[in-house]
């Protein structure tokens, strides 16, 4: 999971647009070792995200954007810092108790993320970049070749299950994850998901919450797309 159009190893490569401010010149601050934007609105979204998400689940965001934001370092890639944190700060309000609904998890924290921003007066074109990432967080295979800042939303976030892991020098990981640890991430967050697969199964079908839904819930099967088509009532 190596984010096109750079470093891209083998893939033919992407140019990734950034979106407008890039925060030039902007005030900066060191959190767990990583040299990260300091603006009001990157405070704004990270109290937001601590007030909205149980413990595990807001380390596992600001350690989704503290990797999004070494990578995009160690690649030079350009973007727009605010959208990156916010989107990766959000990413998982859909999981939180406050935004559980009737759609698919990723499509409530990108619609509570994309209130979030407009509430803070971000133009348009940077809120839908933070709903996209919101919205795309956990398929990769599309978010990767959206614009840099989805791209590297997304980045950040597979970090946490392993994929680009080894381009994180080992003391900043060390670092990261002294200052935000994962407290029993791999549990909780499979708890959050079949917790999902329980109560909404119709929302999981086409995404990454059916993977849980087989391993850990007894009786949970999605339905095929095959049959979906094979049924239609269609001759041929």
Not at 169 to 198: G, H, Q
């Amino acid at each position: 999971m190596r984010i096109p159009g750079a470093l891209h190893q083998g893939r033919e490569s992407t140019t990734l647009r950034a979106a407008a401010p890039a925060l030039t010149g902007a005030k900066t601050r060191v959190l767990a070792g990583i040299t990260v934007i300091d603006t009001p609105l990157i405070a704004r979204a990270m109290d937001y995200a601590r007030a909205n998400s149980e413990s595990y689940l807001f380390n596992h965001a600001v350690r989704s954007w503290l990797f999004a934001v070494r990578l995009g370092q160690l690649q030079g890639i350009p973007h727009d810092a605010e959208v990156v944190a916010v989107g990766t700060l959000l990413h998982d309000l859909g999981l939180t108790n406050r935004f559980t609904g009737p759609k698919r998890f990723e499509i409530e924290g990108a619609d509570a993320a994309q209130a979030f921003a407009r509430e803070q007066g971000l133009e348009d074109r940077r809120v839908r970049l933070i709903w996209d990432s919101v919205a795309l967080n956990s398929t990769p295979s599309i978010g990767l070749y959206k614009e840099a800042e989805v791209a590297l939303c997304t980045a950040g976030i597979g970090v946490e299950f392993g994929f680009q892991y080894d381009q994180i020098p080992p003391t900043e990981m060390k670092s990261i994850l002294a200052a935000f640890p994962r407290l029993e991430m791999k549990r909780r967050f499979a708890d959050s998901v079949c917790r999902i697969v329980k109560t909404k199964p119709e929302t999981t079908y086409d995404n990454f919450a059916a993977d849980f839904g087989e391993r850990f819930v007894p009786g949970y099967k999605r339905p095929s797309t095959v049959d979906f088509l094979m049924d239609a009532p269609f001759e041929e």
